[in-house]
């Protein structure tokens, strides 16, 4: 599944097996808060990092880019996390036993989150997978990208550092 990235002010659409998907809604938009359970038990909620720079990944096992994208996040979060970046992975597996045993062979160091009902999914427009969005210390979604292509990682990085001077 190749798709074309589309970051910012989202003007471009993404093709996805040919056919073009709408610019995400979301940007310049505040971000649909949640709370999802984590893969240590607890609760996590989207608006207690308020006044940090959050990248939500949303990924499923079978998405064969998630496998590629995860550590590239891993890293990137180690890197910034002391600078006000906060990762939250978000899983959209139905079957949460499947999905932590695929996070368990990734090993980050970043939340899994679940959404086994795929409610946060469609709160954000996922429509392709997996899908990475950035969202800005006032809670605002400032970037999406959907897919994961060799050199994504480095756009991340170039937006991350954006954000976290704003």
């Not at 093709?15 to 984590?38: N, T, Y």
């Not at 997978?129 to 999406?144: F, H, I, K, Q």
Request: proline share 4%; glycine share 10%.
């Amino acid at each position: 599944m190749r798709t074309i990235h589309y970051v910012c002010a989202c003007t471009l659409g993404v093709v996805l097996a040919g056919r073009v998907l709408p610019a995400s809604p979301l940007v310049g938009k505040a971000a649909p808060d949640f709370v999802l359970r984590s893969m240590d038990g607890s609760n996590l909620r989207l608006s207690e990092y308020r006044g940090q720079v959050v990248l939500v990944n949303f990924w499923a096992r079978w998405a064969g880019d998630a496998r590629r994208e995860m550590p590239a996040l891993d890293r990137i979060n180690t890197t910034y996390g002391r600078a006000g970046l906060v990762v939250l992975g978000v899983s959209v597996d139905e079957d949460p036993r499947r999905a932590r045993e695929f996070a368990d062979g990734i090993k980050v160091g970043y939340p899994i989150l679940f959404d086994t009902t795929s409610g946060v999914g469609r709160d954000y427009h996922v429509e392709a997978m997996p899908m990475t969005v950035m969202v800005d210390r006032s809670g605002v979604v400032r970037y999406v990208n959907a897919g994961f292509k060799r050199g994504d990682d480095r756009i991340y990085l170039d937006q991350i550092r954006e954000l976290l001077r704003e």
